[in-house]
């Protein structure tokens, strides 16, 4: 079984021997929320599809501001679960810990997105698809069976434990030095690709294995078996905090640009609550004549609902979280009537927005964007003496090790440079490489 006192620890990856005791007002925990604002990585975020196409004249939700949001759910949630269990466990020495739960959370929300590549999730099935059905697939005999896995399941989570503790050229060991705590709360799937099933989820790349095991040994997360281990327990609510944002979010921009009418949003929002509560909504927003109000009304309280009902959820089922044998999300355990406006959204969301033609159409662009990327990157990284490739090998940047000894090593550079792109910045290199346009000075 897990316990709290170890898996709330400050140890930084790359810096175990070295802890800073000059105290101050912020927290290791803090620390890291702070180095991730400040990095470059989240910077790029604000240029990133989350669902709907980058905005013209309306705003609507980037991977920037997505994070941002789950990282104030997930705080508020962390919060909300720290309270009930510091009441649990009063009188452990140990117990004063668990205030730092809503700091950790807040920052591995903010980090969860970190490795996504361009064009929402279809950049990450594009990466796959290069490997298992596209031009890729003929470098299958040249790679192992484990890394032939990262590849054609490649997946954003993964990439996101990657960019944070990969030593890149230049760079000190153990990447940002976050803390074991925050980093253990970003992977929501514990477990090496060859352990990725169907669904090809996993957490973490072969060439990141050593550092994740590392990790969840010091933090006692319980080994399931071969490269496979139960989850630390925050993630759970980092999980459930983007699961309440893009849910609900997506709704909202879905109202906002039009795809779902005023009357149809404001009755999924309120098919969460009771009659009663639903007549007080109603109520205060018969004052209320903007229409977009009165569905940032909706959502605000939709949001707090979901973040009760989470919370109670993950105090309910501690016991099963530390022992490993909780199943599911907690999402999939809120009461019946929270879980049935949740399962509604999820179908409106589904049936009319991700299936909008201009979401299609940005699955489409950016399809054939990396794909293209992917063929002459890796070609110009496997052919390094050629004239065209050692042009093209000076639009890497210096952090991404091109002339690794491996052909692995080599598509890794590749993926982590096509991964950090922006929208934009795909949009134009593709231009450029497909002599679309030329650029000007």
Known sequence: MM??????????????????????????????????????????????????????????????????????????????????????YAGEPWCDKLRDLGEIVAAACLAHDLGNPPFGHSGEKTIGAYFSEGRGLALREQLTAEQWNDLIHFEGNANSFRTLVHQFNGRRPGGFAMTYSTLASIVKYPYSSSQAGKKGKFGFFCSEKEQFERIATELGMIKLGEERYCRHPLVYLVEAADDICYQIMDIED??????????ETMSLMLSFFEEDRRKHMCEVMSHVAD????????????????????????????????????????????????????????????????????????????NRIINLLLEKLIDAVMHPERNYSQLLLNKFPQQYDVRASSLYEKIQAVLDHISAMTDVYALNLYRQLDGISIPTV
Request: charged fraction near 25%.
């Open 3 to 88: 316990n709290w006192d170890k898996l709330i620890s400050d140890k930084r990856l790359g810096l175990e021997h070295y802890h800073d005791t000059k105290g101050g007002v912020r927290s290791d925990f803090e620390r890291d929320y702070d180095r991730l604002v400040f990095s470059s990585p989240f910077r790029r975020l604000q240029n990133k599809t989350q669902v709907f196409p980058l905005p013209g004249s309306i705003f609507v939700h980037n991977r920037l501001t997505h994070s941002l949001e789950v990282s104030c759910v997930g705080k508020s949630l962390a919060g909300e679960v720290a309270l009930q269990l510091r009441e649990r």
């Open 291 to 366: 229409p977009n109000e009165k569905i940032a009304y909706l959502r605000s309280s939709a949001v707090g609902l979901l973040v009760q009902e989470c919370a109670a959820t993950f105090v309910a089922h501690e016991q099963e979280i530390l022992e490993g044998r909780f199943e599911g999300s907690l999402i999939d355990s809120i009461s019946p009537l929270a879980a049935e406006g949740y399962k509604q959204c999820s179908q409106v969301a589904f049936d009319k927005l991700y299936r909008a033609g201009y979401v299609v159409d940005v699955d489409l662009a950016g």
């Open 254 to 263: 879905g109202h906002k640009l039009k795809i779902l009418e005023t009357e």
